[in-house]
């Protein structure tokens, strides 16, 4: 007996005696609504419209609970509130719009098809076919003196990267697709001479990713031109065809940009060095290796102006050092000073330097004019010669520290370091700076690389306002 029907004047018996009467409820269906009911008014749900709204919340939570009976919870209590005796705000309550927000998305529904309809396995051909769990099994396990060969097609490809004179960036970025192309060849194809660069296999490794692993139509076009380099420039085959295509992709993603008040909220959450960095990327529109790898002879206070050397693509520019910054620029730097003099006088006080600008310049590393603006707090030795020096912040710590002060500010945006360099170029476009001026000061080869700022502007476009804004 439900503890209800010992109240006076409850509604709960012309409830029951409703719905055992419903037709339009099939009846194994009748005790589950009364049972919701039940929970629901148990749970303080009958007050008012918040307390429901924070019961089915609460049930939403829950990761075992089925959407259809998310619905059947509220179709029960829905059916409570027709009943004559009950407060106003059930009537005029949204019931289906509820349970309309539980509607689950089917294997097959256009979200979710690519991820939860798979198509066929990439096998070698044989006369015993294999089942996807066996081939993945497959997958995961080195084929005997796997190391050794994959080693030997890196170590090619490093020295053509290398003779080319390629980005450091460009080189992992390809060193990492050749090997898991090399362990995919040895695994999945069973091919064991990877001196011999095959076509096929290309394709194959390409209908792989978009396949099975289905990534992204930029990260297609990615490994297709690792494959192509390791084609072409290692293994010197000049008529090369895949017989791939990537991916059709749209027009670029635009670029997660702050408001002016929303940059402030971040700073004001982070302390020194990173948010006198994150100003420094934000107020000269630098890239984030870019404002790591600063040294001290690229700042002139007296032009005010920043130099930034080897950018993306090799490339050399420069941009205007923002005013405001420095007062608190020359606090930075005398203070590096003065612990750069006592590196010197203990017999330190070297900054990693490349081996050629060393030959060159043999006593630069214990300069003042060639130490990181924003040096690393400990030394550390070279990873190849064993050179004990001080290098630049690490990149993952300033990425952290942005992290968490964008998590304290509550911004909810996906906001990163290079969301600075983004918010630089679309506050500029918004005062009205040529779009011209705003390319040569991001580096940009083409100006439609810059023209993406001016989607995210407050005003896109002409300016037009939006139909709900107009009067």
Same mark, same amino acid.
């Given at each position: 007996?439900?503890?209800?029907?010992?109240?006076?004047?409850?509604?709960?018996?012309?409830?029951?005696?409703?719905?055992?009467?419903?037709?339009?409820?099939?009846?194994?269906?009748?005790?589950?609504?009364?049972?919701?009911?039940?929970?629901?008014?148990?749970?303080?749900?009958?007050?008012?419209?918040?307390?429901?709204?924070?019961?089915?919340?609460?049930?939403?939570?829950?990761?075992?609970?089925?959407?259809?009976?998310?619905?059947?919870?509220?179709?029960?209590?829905?059916?409570?509130?027709?009943?004559?005796?009950?407060?106003?705000?059930?009537?005029?309550?949204?019931?289906?719009?509820?349970?309309?927000?539980?509607?689950?998305?089917?294997?097959?529904?256009?979200?979710?098809?690519?991820?939860?309809?798979?198509?066929?396995?990439?096998?070698?051909?044989?006369?015993?076919?294999?089942?996807?769990?066996?081939?993945?099994?497959?997958?995961?396990?080195?084929?005997?003196?796997?190391?050794?060969?994959?080693?030997?097609?890196?170590?090619?490809?490093?020295?053509?990267?290398?003779?080319?004179?390629?980005?450091?960036?460009?080189?992992?970025?390809? #060193?990492?697709?050749?090997?898991?192309?090399?362990?995919?060849?040895?695994? +999945? !194809? &069973?091919?064991? /001479? *990877? %001196?011999?660069?095959?076509?096929?296999?290309?394709?194959?490794?390409?209908?792989?990713?978009?396949?099975?692993?289905?990534?992204?139509?930029?990260?297609?076009?990615?490994?297709?031109?690792?494959?192509?380099?390791?084609?072409?420039?290692?293994?010197?085959?000049?008529?090369?065809?895949?017989?791939?295509?990537?991916?059709?992709?749209?027009?670029?993603?635009?670029?997660?940009?702050?408001?002016?008040?929303?940059?402030?909220?971040?700073?004001?959450?982070?302390?020194?060095?990173?948010?006198?960095?994150?100003? #420094?990327?934000?107020?000269?529109?630098?890239?984030?290796?870019?404002?790591? +790898? !600063? &040294?001290?002879? /690229? *700042? %002139?206070?007296?032009?005010?102006?920043?130099?930034?050397?080897?950018?993306?693509?090799?490339?050399?520019?420069?941009?205007?050092?923002?005013?405001?910054?420095?007062?608190?620029?020359?606090?930075?730097?005398?203070?590096?000073?003065?612990?750069?003099?006592?590196?010197?006088?203990?017999?330190?006080?070297?900054?990693?330097?490349?081996?050629?600008?060393?030959?060159?310049?043999?006593?630069?590393?214990?300069?003042?004019?060639?130490?990181?603006?924003?040096?690393?707090?400990?030394?550390?030795?070279?990873?190849?010669?064993?050179?004990?020096?001080?290098?630049?912040?690490?990149?993952?710590?300033?990425? &952290?520290?942005?992290?968490?002060?964008?998590?304290?500010?509550?911004?909810?945006?996906?906001?990163?370091?290079?969301?600075?360099?983004?918010?630089?170029?679309?506050?500029?476009?918004?005062?009205?700076?040529?779009?011209?001026?705003?390319?040569?000061?991001?580096?940009?080869?083409?100006?439609?690389?810059?023209?993406?700022?001016?989607?995210?502007?407050?005003?896109?476009?002409?300016?037009?306002?939006?139909?709900?804004?107009?009067?």
């Amino acid at each position: 007996m439900n503890s209800f029907l010992d109240e006076p004047d409850d509604p709960w018996n012309d409830f029951v005696t409703v719905l055992a009467t419903d037709p339009s409820v099939p009846e194994k269906a009748r005790p589950h609504l009364a049972r919701w009911v039940s929970r629901w008014r148990h749970a303080g749900g009958e007050e008012s419209a918040t307390a429901t709204m924070e019961f089915f919340e609460e049930l939403g939570r829950s990761p075992t609970l089925q959407d259809w009976q998310f619905r059947q919870a509220v179709q029960g209590v829905e059916r409570f509130s027709r009943l004559p005796s009950v407060p106003e705000w059930m009537r005029v309550f949204d019931w289906p719009g509820l349970a309309d927000q539980a509607v689950a998305l089917g294997r097959e529904h256009r979200t979710l098809l690519r991820e939860s309809v798979s198509v066929s396995i990439v096998a070698p051909d044989s006369e015993t076919p294999e089942s996807p769990d066996a081939i993945h099994q497959r997958d995961r396990i080195p084929v005997p003196g796997e190391a050794g060969m994959v080693a030997e097609v890196i170590d090619r490809l490093r020295r053509t990267i290398r003779q080319q004179n390629l980005a450091a960036a460009t080189e992992r970025t390809y #060193v990492g697709w050749v090997r898991r192309f090399a362990r995919f060849r040895l695994r +999945r !194809l &069973r091919e064991p /001479d *990877l %001196d011999a660069f095959h076509s096929h296999s290309a394709s194959a490794y390409l209908e792989f990713l978009a396949l099975e692993r289905q990534v992204s139509p930029a990260t297609q076009r990615q490994a297709l031109n690792a494959l192509a380099f390791l084609g072409k420039s290692v293994q010197g085959i000049e008529d090369l065809n895949f017989g791939f295509t990537p991916a059709r992709d749209g027009s670029r993603r635009p670029p997660t940009v702050l408001t002016r008040e929303e940059v402030r909220s971040v700073l004001n959450e982070m302390e020194d060095p990173w948010k006198l960095m994150c100003e #420094v990327i934000y107020g000269a529109g630098l890239r984030q290796m870019e404002a790591l +790898r !600063l &040294r001290i002879k /690229d *700042l %002139d206070f007296g032009q005010g102006t920043i130099t930034v050397h080897d950018g993306k693509g090799g490339k050399h520019r420069v941009v205007p050092l923002p005013r405001a910054l420095e007062p608190r620029l020359r606090a930075h730097l005398s203070f590096l000073r003065e612990r750069h003099l006592k590196d010197l006088e203990a017999g330190g006080g070297e900054v990693h330097l490349t081996e050629s600008l060393r030959r060159k310049y043999p006593n630069a590393p214990r300069q003042w004019a060639w130490q990181y603006v924003f040096p690393a707090a400990a030394l550390c030795p070279h990873p190849r010669t064993g050179r004990i020096a001080r290098h630049h912040l690490h990149e993952n710590s300033l990425q &952290r520290q942005i992290k968490r002060a964008v998590e304290r500010a509550a911004i909810p945006k996906r906001a990163s370091c290079h969301t600075f360099r983004h918010s630089f170029a679309t506050h500029l476009l918004e005062s009205g700076i040529d779009i011209r001026t705003i390319q040569s000061l991001l580096g940009h080869a083409d100006v439609s690389t810059t023209m993406i700022y001016l989607h995210v502007m407050k005003r896109p476009g002409a300016g037009a306002p939006s139909p709900l804004d107009l009067p």
